[in-house]
Nanobody
Framework: QVEVVASGGGSVQAGGSLRLSCAAS????????MGWFRQVLGKEREGIASVDIDGRIDVADSLKGRFTISRDNAEATLYLQMNSLKPEDTGTYYC??????????????????????WGQGTLVTVSS
């Protein structure tokens, strides 16, 4: 089983950057596909970026060019680099782990509960 803990959220002005981190269980991390999802104000949860165990990356079309996902298997850590942040990026960001690639797009509560693990979330606030 894997456990994940997200961190790195904070408050920034529009146009700024943040890097989120997700620390995972070191001994099992390599076996899991990883991803980030978020819940922004007034919207449903949505998967925004994923990376599988072979390093294949997928990022939501609307965020390509601004958000980058990466994983460091040696450190058992997942990252989300967020640049050119906008007020509409304000929300809670979660990392997730699963045996199969983490999906992008809208998440039902059923899907969230089906994930092998997800963290407590980290709050990102972008002011205009």
């Amino acid at each position: 089983q894997v456990e994940v803990v997200a961190s790195g959220g904070g408050s920034v002005q529009a146009g700024g950057s943040l890097r989120l981190s997700c620390a995972a269980s070191r001994y099992t991390y390599r076996k899991y596909c990883m991803g980030w999802f978020r819940q922004v104000l007034g919207k449903e949860r949505e998967g925004i970026a994923s990376v599988d165990i072979d390093g294949r990356i997928d990022v939501a079309d609307s965020l390509k060019g601004r958000f980058t996902i990466s994983r460091d298997n040696a450190e058992a850590t997942l990252y989300l680099q967020m640049n050119s942040l906008k007020p509409e990026d304000t929300g809670t960001y979660y990392c997730a782990a699963d045996r199969v690639p983490v999906a992008l797009g809208r998440y039902s509560l059923y899907y969230v509960k089906s994930l092998d693990a997800w963290g407590q979330g980290t709050l990102v606030t972008v002011s205009s």
